[in-house]
T-cell receptor
């Protein structure tokens, strides 16, 4: 099956800093999403991005499907950005394989 | 905005008991999923369901697990005889998947299952 690796595993930032989270996957995919898991455990959809670039406020994402990676950019980070960020890639039509996540802590 | 809902938010049960976790997917979605997340670990796929039958299931989804769509709105996960290692957060998700719509999955808030 597809392997999904995320880096870095842990990240500590000062409020206002920028960061880049990376997701590498081992095979071609036709679906890819980024999620933020908040401290209450909820999975919040950030981007559905099987290819190309999207932006939503301070967040943006780029997927280069031919090179099997996706990047999530967080600019001007805030304490509310803390949590775990997961990349999930589609294996076939019916399931997502999640990465191990990047645990982000933003300090005030 | 439409959302996936799950009940209960937290369930405590004794080992060997049966539990049913309930989900109401987004109303016009065609594909339904269950995932689980053991505390501190990544989210793992359990099963997908389309057109009233299982489309795919993982190795975790053994004979102790079953899914059902008993009516036009609910989607349930049953664990027949719970074990301590079934303690986890269980997420339901749904996606459109029909012609012209995307496979973006929308997740519910989860049910935290604690087996004692």
């Amino acid at each position: 099956g597809i392997q999904v690796e995320q880096s870095p595993p842990d990240l500590i930032l000062q409020e206002g800093a920028n960061s880049t989270l990376r997701c590498n996957f081992s095979d071609s995919v036709n679906n890819l999403q980024w999620f933020h898991q908040n401290p209450w455990g909820q999975l919040i959809n950030l981007f559905y991005i099987p290819s190309g670039t999207k932006q939503n406020g301070r967040l943006s994402a780029t997927t280069v499907a031919t090179e099997r990676y996706s990047l999530l950019y967080i600019s001007s980070s805030q304490t509310t950005d803390s949590g775990v960020y997961f990349c999930a890639v589609g294996e076939g039509t019916y399931k997502y394989i999640f990465g191990t996540g990047t645990r982000l802590k933003v300090l005030a | 905005e439409p959302e996936v809902t799950q009940t209960p938010s937290h369930q405590v049960t004794q080992m060997g008991q049966e539990v049913i976790l309930r989900c109401v997917p987004i109303s016009n979605h065609l594909y339904f999923y269950w995932y689980r997340q053991i505390l501190g670990q990544k989210v793992e796929f359990l099963v997908s369901f389309y057109n009233n039958e299982i489309s795919e299931k993982s190795e975790i989804f053994d004979d102790q697990f079953s899914v059902e769509r008993p009516d036009g709105s609910n989607f349930t996960l049953k664990i027949r005889s719970t074990k301590l290692e079934d303690s986890a957060m269980y997420f339901c998700a749904s996606s459109g998947g029909g012609w012209g719509s995307s496979y973006e999955q929308y997740f519910g808030p989860g049910t935290r299952l604690t087996v004692t």
